[in-house]
């Protein structure tokens, strides 16, 4: 098995996983919002429908993901657009923390 | 006196030595004395011994590494070393593995020098003056120092996916010319280093980054060949 | 070969832009989670708001693309899927992604 335990991997490894939770998660997110097509009404019946522990776990995995997306691709962005090179290491741990932190403000909010 | 085991892939199967284990060896004086000692018929290559020719890079516990430069009790895992050749590239026979695509993407990358004054070759009647601590040489000093001994490209998922992907190495040559000012290839460099077979598709993984027995910077290479051909898109 | 530097181009684009508009899209969902999500909450925000408007339909065509491309480049590598076929296949996929986003944000705006 070949050894792949540098902090970099792990930021493209979270990247790419919250990625594809995120793309898939989408159309999900649109249709639902859709609701709001057929008024107001149809759309309070949605979000009172999601209104329990087991969405609201879901919508607090969501957030990280996408909090974590975003850290990432800054991370990459300043390595290709600015040739930040260097502390790519800290940008990673600053990127989960991000998300951590975005997770738990969530928590905090929607409770 | 302590025993070493190491495991060695041969073919499909891993065969298995013991080797005493000493105060000072490096993974290439085991090799060669289990080829000494024990398997006549066990292929590997290496030749300089001191880290200059970059031609005993094997995968020592999971990680690519210059065997000549790589201290036994550094990197022995319980004892045990777990010896294959590098990743990515076809296995001649045992942990000798034919470098030929990881050259012809060199080739294909347009690793070569293409002076600007004499197109066809020919010597240039002045020298050229480049100052050294001039941003684009300093660029180009960067990742002058490969010797192309294959570990970044062993290191790399990208090429494990896509085996037409050109590689850490061959990409940094790329960039080091593109950032040479006396090279006249710029735009067709360019044009053969881009698209999913060249840096587009890097996802800086670092792992030729850290992996570099030389400690250069692939990574932030094709960063940069990636920058150079956005912008260049844009001014066309 | 261009078309393969287009798509990736498209995707920084769209990063750089995502990358604001997740900010934006975080700081709300934390302000429009307290005291739970009602739909009367969200419209009152929304209709008639035009820069809403405009903001969530550039958010929805960059996610839309963004997500795809993302998309195309894992399937590529982790499925062998290949090609210009696939290409099309994935860009068709992003825009009506796209599109479904768009309706959700006109629907609000009107709601």
Redesign the interface.
């Known amino acids: 098995m070949r050894d792949r335990r540098h902090p970099a991997y792990w930021g493209f490894v979270l990247h ?1 996983v919250s ?2 939770g ?2 898939l998660f ?2 999900l ?3 639902a ?5 057929q ?3 149809a ?2 019946g949605f ?1 009172r429908f999601t ?1 329990n522990w087991a969405f609201k776990a879901g ?1 607090w995995g969501l ?1 990280t993901l ?2 974590l997306h ?1 850290a990432g ?2 991370r ?2 300043a390595l ?2 600015l040739g930040w090179r260097a502390r790519q290491k800290d940008l990673v741990a600053l990127s989960a923390g991000f998300a951590l932190g ?1 997770g738990l ?2 928590l905090l ?2 409770g | 006196m302590a025993q070493l085991k190491v495991r060695i892939q041969r073919g499909d199967g891993m065969a298995e030595y013991g080797v005493a284990a000493r105060e000072n060896q490096t993974v290439l004086d085991v090799v060669t004395e289990i080829q000494r000692e024990q398997q006549p018929d066990l292929a590997y290559r290496f030749a300089c011994r001191v880290g200059m020719c970059g031609s005993c890079a094997m995968e020592v516990n999971g990680v690519a590494r210059w065997t000549c430069r790589t201290h036994v009790r550094k990197v022995a895992e319980d004892g045990t070393l777990t010896l294959r050749p590098l990743a990515n590239l076809p296995v001649i026979r045992d942990l000798a593995t034919d470098m030929t695509p990881f050259f012809d993407k060199w080739a294909r990358a347009r690793g070569q020098f293409q002076p600007k004054d004499a197109p066809n070759g020919a010597v240039p009647a002045e020298f050229a003056v480049v100052p050294p601590s001039s941003p684009k040489r300093q660029e180009a000093d960067a990742g002058i120092e490969c010797i192309g001994c294959g570990v970044c490209y062993a290191s790399c998922d ?1 090429v494990s ?2 085996p037409d992907y050109l590689g850490p190495a061959a990409m940094n040559r790329a960039w080091t010319l593109v950032n040479d000012v006396r090279d006249g290839g710029r735009r067709e460099r360019l ?1 053969a280093v ?3 077979a060249g840096c ?2 890097c996802h800086s993984t670092q792992g030729c980054t850290e992996r570099c027995p030389k400690n250069l910077d692939p990574s932030s290479a094709i960063a940069g060949l ?1 920058r150079s ?2 912008w260049g ?1 844009l001014a066309r | ?2 078309g ?3 798509l ?2 498209a995707q ?1 684009v769209s ?2 832009f ?2 604001v508009a ?2 934006v ?2 700081a709300t ?3 429009a ?2 005291g ?5 909450e ?2 009152a925000r929304l209709r008639g708001a035009e820069g809403w408007l405009a903001f969530y339909a550039v958010f ?1 065509l960059a ?2 693309i963004h ?2 491309i ?2 195309r ?2 399937a ?3 499925l062998g899927w ?1 090609g210009r076929g696939f290409d099309a296949l994935w860009l068709g996929i992003g825009l009506l ?1 796209a599109g ?2 768009i ?6 705006y009107h ?1």
């Open positions: 790419r990625g594809i995120l793309a989408l159309p997110h649109f249709w919002l859709g609701h709001a097509i008024g107001e009404a759309l309070e979000l209104d919508e957030v996408l909090a975003l691709g800054l990459v962005l290709e657009f975005a403000m969530f909010h929607a | 990208v996916w896509n044009d881009a698209g999913d587009h598709s990636k051909i956005f898109v | 070969m261009r393969q530097v287009h990736w181009a920084r990063a750089v995502l990358a997740v900010f899209h975080l969902i934390m302000l989670v307290r739970g999500l009602s739909a009367a969200i419209v929805a996610a839309g997500g795809a993302g998309m480049n894992i590529g590598e982790w290949r992604t479904f986003g309706r959700a944000a006109w629907g609000l709601a």
